[in-house]
């Protein structure tokens, strides 16, 4: 484990909060920048300061002088002058993700993709914990990985859930199991094209070793293991028979040992969930654990919040937060596994995606589209001629528009295809407010 005299941390976030406490806690010597001010980040300056560090908000321009290391948060993009500016003199860069996973005392279970990880890295730490293994969940899931490695180390298992983000300033992060759910365009307004989006991912296996395990889809092998040019083994996921872990009809089916765990009647008993119920079996079976301890873990299963979340059902409409779907594979997805005529809520903040992939799903399921937030035009631009659209501006306005014109059977969804920030602080904010609107819908009708 490296240790450092002196180190700048970039951001006071989470990640930035958690990063300085771990090095301070070392006696490293921290100075910490952040460009935004506000209340909630001089509470954690003050509380930072007082065990030593030096904290400057509001900041445009980096502290001069050399440090041992630069720590980035995720929310600051590797190509910010910030970022180019400490290379430029010559300080490591790395993300608080690595600084964390170097001083972690554990086996590593790294999970990322571009929809479905936070539902994985559950299933996964469930079933491990449910083996017995003292296991804790780090990363993009919300707790920073810097945090849960100081306040234990005596894990057996650290389930970490990777970003892109974090992804752009790893230097030696090596998981012992490593599993790419799926790769569809996102956040291509951050990281230019999808070439250097599969890249990213890529790095999650780049410096495994050969005892080590990435587990893939069966479409992306190929392609994952050119670009990781690492000596893993692989495993890979699916739902065709050259998969080893395959999905089929309600069963995960593990091909090379000739053996299947039902899946039927859990939230995983459908081909869009289902494929991540094979993917957790073979995250699990490189773990050293059975096809049936994932089994058990998925009837116990309890879904995360604003992932397909039925949150009211009036008269016999159904209400169904989906927040967490910011970009448009996620949104199909919803769609598919949503029944019966659907009232599609989306829009937000775009990120350089096309939406013309939704137009035939759209026309086979949906009875209309109530457009919110800043892509609310450019969706209706694709998806007009194919179902109707209602520009609805807000999302109180859109939930109110789509109760009034629901008829018996429908399935109001907010599935919005896009990020939060522009009208939201984050997408559990959206799906809160979603919440909030459709129940005083009851208390409307009460009345």
């Not at 790769?183 to 990213?200: F, I, K, S, V």
Request: charged content about 20%; hydrophobic content about 45%; aromatic content about 6%.
């Amino acid at each position: 484990m490296q240790t450092y005299t002196t180190a700048l941390v970039l951001g006071l976030a989470a990640s930035g909060e958690a990063a300085a406490r771990l090095l301070l806690a070392e006696g490293t010597k921290v100075r910490i920048v952040d460009r935004a001010d506000g209340d909630v980040l001089r509470r954690r300056a003050a509380a930072l300061e007082s065990l030593g560090a030096e904290v400057a908000l509001g900041q445009s321009n980096l502290p001069p002088g050399l440090f041992s290391v630069c720590v980035v948060s995720p929310g600051i993009p590797a190509n910010s002058s910030w970022v180019s500016g400490m290379q430029h003199r010559g300080v490591p860069v790395l993300s608080e993700l690595e600084l964390g996973w170097s001083r972690a005392a554990c086996r590593i279970l790294a999970i990322s993709g571009s929809n479905g990880k936070s539902t994985l890295v559950k299933l996964c730490a469930d079933a491990l914990t449910g083996a017995g293994r003292r296991v804790a969940v780090a990363g993009n899931y919300g707790i920073p990985v810097s945090q849960v490695v100081m306040e234990r180390r005596d894990w057996d298992w650290l389930v970490v859930e990777v970003s892109s983000f974090q992804l752009e300033t790893v230097r030696a992060f090596r998981p012992d199991v490593a599993v790419l759910l799926n790769l569809y365009p996102n956040h291509l307004d951050r990281h230019g094209d999808m070439a250097a989006y599969e890249r990213l991912k890529a790095l999650l296996f780049s410096r495994m070793r050969s005892e080590d395990v990435g587990v893939v889809p069966e479409a992306l092998a190929a392609k994952i293991a050119c670009l990781a040019a690492s000596p893993n083994r692989w495993v890979t996921f699916g739902t065709s028979a050259d998969a080893d872990m395959r999905y089929h009809e309600g069963n995960v089916i593990d091909r090379v040992r000739s053996r299947s765990v039902s899946l039927e009647s859990t939230a995983f008993s459908n081909e869009i969930l289902g494929v991540a119920g094979a993917a957790a079996a073979a995250a699990i079976g490189a773990c050293g654990e059975s096809l049936e301890t994932l089994g058990r873990a998925a009837r116990a299963f309890r879904p995360l919040p604003h992932r397909m979340q039925e949150v009211a059902v009036r008269g016999s409409i159904r209400f169904v937060d989906d927040s967490k779907a910011t970009n448009l594979a996620a949104m199909m997805a919803a769609l598919k596994m949503s029944p019966g005529p659907i009232r599609l809520i989306a829009g937000g903040l775009p990120k350089h995606e096309s939406y013309e992939a939704a137009r035939s799903l759209l026309a086979e399921k949906v009875a209309a589209v109530y457009l919110i937030g800043a892509a609310a035009e450019i969706m209706a631009a694709a998806w007009q001629d194919v179902v109707p659209c209602r520009l609805s501006q807000t999302l109180e306005n859109a939930v109110r528009l789509a109760w009034l014109q629901s008829q018996p059977g429908d399935t109001v969804l907010l599935s919005p295809a896009c990020a939060s920030f522009d009208q939201f602080q984050s997408f559990e904010d959206r799906g809160n407010r979603f919440a909030q609107r459709v129940r005083s819908l009851g208390e409307m009708a009460a009345r």
